[in-house]
Antibody
């Protein structure tokens, strides 16, 4: 059974970089079929897609975050990573990693449990 | 302000049929598949409907999705207390070149 587990610092200071990792178990992150993405949810608010890395190697990012976001994979560790630079309090959220089930779009069949990141000094 | 528009709340009594709407535009709903997610309190979202009207294995047939033009709907029949959750629609947007979510609808079972 595929499992995704996010991990991160929990607390990040304003203007710093938020690093998150998603460890995939029960399956390989290196796939010619599946793609991987990040979604976040501010406390008490809705879901926001951050970005995705498709099996083709191409990345797509939310235009509102594009200048600050990098999504990448480390196949040797079977991990997906997210880097969000110059964070502010507005970036406080639960961050989820998820697997795309094939379509170019928000077709997320597997999700991690989420990792709460708070931006505060 | 979300690209896809959902009513913030919906409600129904046990056994009732409830529908949740999702309004978009030509660049998202009309042109691409719609997906629906259920998020129970304190948990990660769960895929409920994919490709407009398909149910993943394990999702009861009480849940159904439809799409017409620039709008989509999620219908829940035979409402149960465990259906009380937040529901989100989502789609790819050709103009934004990215995925977009609706603002979510909180379903209350009275």
């Amino acid at each position: 059974q595929l499992q995704l587990q996010e991990s991160g610092p929990g607390l990040v200071k304003p203007s710093e970089t938020l690093p998150l990792t998603c460890t995939v178990s029960g399956g390989s992150i290196r796939s010619s079929v599946y793609s991987w993405g990040w979604i976040r949810q501010p406390p008490g608010k809705g879901l926001e897609w951050i970005g995705s890395l498709y099996y083709t190697g191409k990345t797509y990012y939310n235009p509102s975050l594009k200048s600050r976001v990098t999504v990448s994979v480390d196949t040797s560790k079977n991990q997906l990573s997210l880097k969000l630079t110059s964070v502010t309090a507005a970036d406080t959220a639960v961050y989820y990693c998820a697997r795309h089930e094939g379509d170019l779009g928000p077709y997320f069949g597997y999700w991690g449990q989420g990792s709460l990141v708070t931006v505060s000094s | 302000q979300s690209v896809l528009t959902q009513p913030p709340s919906a409600s129904g009594t046990p056994g009732q049929r409830v529908t949740i709407s999702c309004s978009g535009s030509d660049s998202n709903i009309r042109s691409n598949y719609v997906y629906w997610y259920q998020q129970l309190p304190g948990t990660a979202p769960k895929l409920l409907i994919y490709r407009n009207n398909q149910r993943p294995s394990g999702v009861p047939d009480r849940f159904s999705g439809s799409k017409s033009g620039t709008s989509a709907s999620l219908a829940i029949s035979g409402l149960r207390s465990e259906d009380e959750a937040d529901y989100y629609c989502a789609a790819w947007d050709d103009s934004l070149i990215g995925s977009v979510f609706g603002g979510g609808t909180k379903l209350t079972v009275l």
